[in-house]
Protein backbone atom coordinates (compact mmCIF):
# COMPACT_ATOMS: atom_id res chain seq x y z
CA UNK A 1 0.00 0.00 0.00
CA UNK A 2 0.94 3.41 -0.85
CA UNK A 3 1.11 6.35 1.47
CA UNK A 4 1.68 9.74 0.45
CA UNK A 5 2.21 12.45 3.51
CA UNK A 6 1.00 15.80 3.58
CA UNK A 7 2.25 18.52 4.89
CA UNK A 8 0.01 21.71 5.90
CA UNK A 9 1.54 25.06 5.31
CA UNK A 10 2.66 26.90 8.20
CA UNK A 11 1.91 30.68 8.80
CA UNK A 12 5.45 31.77 9.67
CA UNK A 13 4.85 35.07 10.59
CA UNK A 14 2.20 33.79 13.10
CA UNK A 15 4.90 31.49 14.31
CA UNK A 16 7.07 34.44 14.65
CA UNK A 17 4.71 36.69 16.46
CA UNK A 18 3.35 33.93 18.74
CA UNK A 19 7.09 33.05 19.77
CA UNK A 20 8.15 36.81 20.17
CA UNK A 21 4.82 37.65 21.76
CA UNK A 22 4.66 34.74 24.30
CA UNK A 23 8.81 34.17 24.66
CA UNK A 24 8.55 30.51 23.12
CA UNK A 25 10.92 28.45 20.76
CA UNK A 26 9.56 28.73 17.52
CA UNK A 27 9.15 24.84 17.52
CA UNK A 28 6.88 25.56 20.32
CA UNK A 29 4.89 28.68 18.16
CA UNK A 30 4.78 26.43 15.09
CA UNK A 31 3.00 23.49 17.06
CA UNK A 32 0.12 25.97 18.74
CA UNK A 33 -0.13 27.32 14.92
CA UNK A 34 -0.77 24.46 13.55
CA UNK A 35 -3.33 23.23 16.27
CA UNK A 36 -5.43 26.76 15.89
CA UNK A 37 -4.29 27.45 19.18
CA UNK A 38 -3.54 31.07 18.09
CA UNK A 39 -5.75 33.56 20.59
CA UNK A 40 -3.99 35.11 23.86
CA UNK A 41 -6.25 33.11 25.96
CA UNK A 42 -6.10 30.04 24.77
CA UNK A 43 -2.10 29.95 24.62
CA UNK A 44 -1.79 30.67 28.03
CA UNK A 45 -3.82 28.30 28.81
CA UNK A 46 -2.09 25.68 26.58
CA UNK A 47 1.35 26.82 28.16
CA UNK A 48 0.35 27.17 31.93
CA UNK A 49 -2.75 25.13 32.42
CA UNK A 50 -4.17 24.89 35.98
CA UNK A 51 -6.56 22.22 36.80
CA UNK A 52 -9.60 24.47 36.43
CA UNK A 53 -8.71 23.97 32.85
CA UNK A 54 -8.83 20.26 32.53
CA UNK A 55 -12.03 18.35 30.62
CA UNK A 56 -14.41 16.52 32.99
CA UNK A 57 -13.13 13.38 32.87
CA UNK A 58 -16.82 12.14 33.67
CA UNK A 59 -17.95 13.39 30.16
CA UNK A 60 -15.64 10.20 28.78
CA UNK A 61 -18.75 7.51 28.01
CA UNK A 62 -18.44 5.04 30.74
CA UNK A 63 -15.88 6.73 33.55
CA UNK A 64 -18.69 6.77 36.03
CA UNK A 65 -18.82 2.64 35.57
CA UNK A 66 -14.91 2.16 35.65
CA UNK A 67 -14.39 4.54 38.52
CA UNK A 68 -16.88 3.00 40.62
CA UNK A 69 -15.39 -0.79 39.38
CA UNK A 70 -11.88 0.76 40.37
CA UNK A 71 -13.39 2.06 44.76
CA UNK A 72 -14.85 -1.71 44.55
CA UNK A 73 -11.62 -3.03 43.58
CA UNK A 74 -9.91 -1.06 46.17
CA UNK A 75 -12.61 -1.79 48.85
CA UNK A 76 -12.41 -5.56 48.37
CA UNK A 77 -8.28 -5.24 48.48
CA UNK A 78 -8.64 -7.23 44.94
CA UNK A 79 -6.03 -8.87 42.41
CA UNK A 80 -5.99 -5.66 39.46
CA UNK A 81 -4.63 -6.10 36.05
CA UNK A 82 -4.25 -3.20 33.95
CA UNK A 83 -4.04 -4.00 30.03
CA UNK A 84 -2.43 -1.12 27.65
CA UNK A 85 -0.28 -1.10 24.78
CA UNK A 86 2.70 -0.83 24.18
CA UNK A 87 3.37 2.69 22.74
CA UNK A 88 4.73 5.60 24.66
CA UNK A 89 1.05 7.03 25.89
CA UNK A 90 -0.02 3.32 26.33
CA UNK A 91 2.94 2.72 28.71
CA UNK A 92 2.74 6.48 30.59
CA UNK A 93 -1.04 5.86 31.34
CA UNK A 94 -0.62 2.13 32.37
CA UNK A 95 2.79 3.54 34.82
CA UNK A 96 0.46 6.25 36.01
CA UNK A 97 -2.51 3.88 36.82
CA UNK A 98 -0.31 1.26 38.56
CA UNK A 99 1.33 3.50 40.56
CA UNK A 100 -2.21 5.35 41.97
CA UNK A 101 -3.79 1.56 42.13
CA UNK A 102 -0.53 0.70 44.20
CA UNK A 103 -0.50 3.98 45.88
CA UNK A 104 -3.90 2.85 47.50
CA UNK A 105 -2.87 -0.81 48.22
CA UNK A 106 -4.08 -2.82 45.51
CA UNK A 107 -1.91 -5.44 44.15
CA UNK A 108 -1.48 -4.59 40.92
CA UNK A 109 -0.23 -6.21 37.71
CA UNK A 110 0.05 -5.16 34.06
CA UNK A 111 -0.23 -6.80 30.62
CA UNK A 112 1.33 -4.75 27.23
CA UNK A 113 -0.15 -5.64 23.70
CA UNK A 114 1.44 -4.70 20.81
Not at 2 to 22: F, G, L, N, P, R
Not at 42 to 56: G, M, S, V
Request: positive net charge; aromatic residues 8%.
Amino acid sequence: MYKKWEYSKTDEAKVQEIAKEHNISETLATILVNRKIENKKDIEIFLNPTRKDFHDPYKITDMKIAVDRILKAIENNEKTLIYGDYDVDGITSITVLKKFLKERGLDCRILYTK
